[in-house]
């Protein structure tokens, strides 16, 4: 959803790319911005994005991956560098196709209530009452994204961690 809010600000639209992804791409101010959305399940994301980075020669410092995070609280959007897996499928095929050295933006969505199954939550649609508040988050992890391009990781944790 975020790049999707990402394309619309750079007037792209997406396009099947051979890596099995879509793609859009288009400038913000003097940054060359490549989105992708794979084609397939998370769980095997790792493939098209190494094919991706491959084709267009991007570094894994490069790579901004936007993802759901359960460790954090729904509404809480944090930028991180490197790491591991924590369980995360789609992030543990990533750090499988490329290593573990690329920039994160945690989407929080915060835990199940109860003894649902993790993977069962992290499959269904936002709440009712989650749905509100989802436009504004989208804009602002998409700003995140601007913000690491134009700035650079450093100066964007410092201004969006300390809000």
Do not use: C, W
């Amino acid at each position: 959803m975020v790049v999707d809010v990402l394309a619309k600000r750079i007037s792209s639209n997406f396009k099947s790319h051979k890596a099995g992804a879509q793609v859009a791409e288009g400038k913000l101010g003097n940054t060359k911005l490549i989105l992708a959305k794979s084609n397939g399940y998370m769980n095997t994301s790792g493939g098209p994005v190494a094919a991706l980075m491959k084709f267009y020669d991007i570094e894994p410092a490069n790579l901004i991956v936007i993802h759901d995070e359960l460790d954090i609280d729904f509404g809480q959007l944090k930028i991180k560098f490197s790491g591991g897996h924590a369980g995360h499928n789609g992030l543990r095929s990533i750090i499988s196709a490329i290593g573990n050295d690329y920039i994160r933006i945690r989407f929080g969505i915060g835990r199940p209530q109860g003894s649902q199954d993790p993977a069962d939550f992290v499959l269904k649609n936002f709440s009712s009452t989650e749905k509100p508040e989802l436009p504004a988050l989208l804009e602002l992890a998409a700003d995140m994204v601007e913000s690491i391009a134009k700035t650079g990781l450093t100066e964007a944790q410092q201004t969006y961690h300390s809000k």
